[in-house]
């Protein structure tokens, strides 16, 4: 079955306790790319993929790291997390970075930063 | 640069009625629109896309229509059922260096009640 996997679904931590969220997809997707979810603000795009070793920022990448060192994997890494990053963050993958190209999402991960 | 707007929720409707979500979107050049749904506790779903102008997209009986001279593409359905509640997110998929993302609306709450 094609699917976006993320882990963990859900975690509680403290702040400054690196954390790692994984995402890996079976589609052979070129693109992938993680958002986060707010009350009143929609998705907003954290950072992407267009290929293996080509990642950049979104529109809200302060605190956060990843990498691309496969083409089916692509973790988030909050380094130093704090509260104000406690969302929904959600993966997503697509076939190339074409326009037209429909995103493919995971079932979300819920951090609580305390 | 590229926005969404969809009208406020909760969207309250009885089963069977006709549901409008109203979305409008700004872009420069020909964006790709697409209906995402998020039902309770799960990822977001690609519902419906259009890729061109006076493209209609449809599934599960949703249908919208791109219009660019209205910069519209507002979701109905002509008999909503329960199962149908769920929050719906409009977005769109730009040109460019802007089609790296897709930028989201806030999204709606739809409630359907028997």
């Known amino acids: 079955e094609a699917q976006v996997t993320q882990n963990p679904r859900y975690l509680i931590t403290v702040t400054g306790k690196k954390l790692t969220v994984t995402c890996s997809q079976n589609?052979?997707?070129?693109?992938m790319s993680w958002y986060r979810q707010d009350p009143g603000l929609g998705l907003r795009q954290i950072y992407y993929?267009?290929?293996?070793?080509?990642?950049d920022k979104g529109d809200v990448p302060e605190g956060y790291k990843v990498s691309r060192k496969e083409k089916r994997n692509f973790p988030l890494i909050l380094e130093s997390p704090s509260p104000n990053q406690t969302s929904l963050y959600f993966c997503?993958?697509?076939f190339g970075g074409g326009n037209n190209q429909p995103q493919h999402f995971g079932d979300g991960t819920r951090l609580s930063i305390l | 640069g590229d926005s969404v707007t969809q009208m406020e929720g909760p969207v309250t409707l009885s089963e069977e009625a006709f549901l409008t979500i109203n979305c409008t979107y700004t872009?420069?050049?020909?964006?790709?629109l697409f209906w995402y749904v998020q039902y309770p506790g799960e990822g977001l779903q690609l519902l419906l896309k259009?890729?061109?102008?006076?493209d209609k997209g449809s599934n599960k009986g949703f249908e919208a229509t791109y219009r660019k001279e209205t910069t519209s593409f507002h979701l109905e359905k002509g008999s909503v059922q329960v199962s149908d509640s769920a929050v719906y997110f409009c977005?769109?998929?730009?040109?460019?260096?802007?089609?790296?993302?897709?930028?989201f609306g806030t999204g709606t709450r739809l409630q359907v009640t028997l």
């Open positions: 993929s267009m290929n293996v070793e080509v990642t």
């Open positions: 259009a890729t061109k102008a006076d």
């Open positions: 997503a993958s697509s």
């Open positions: 872009a420069t050049g020909y964006p790709s």
């Open positions: 977005a769109l998929r730009g040109q460019g260096g802007t089609a790296s993302k897709l930028t």
């Open positions: 589609m052979n997707h070129e693109y």
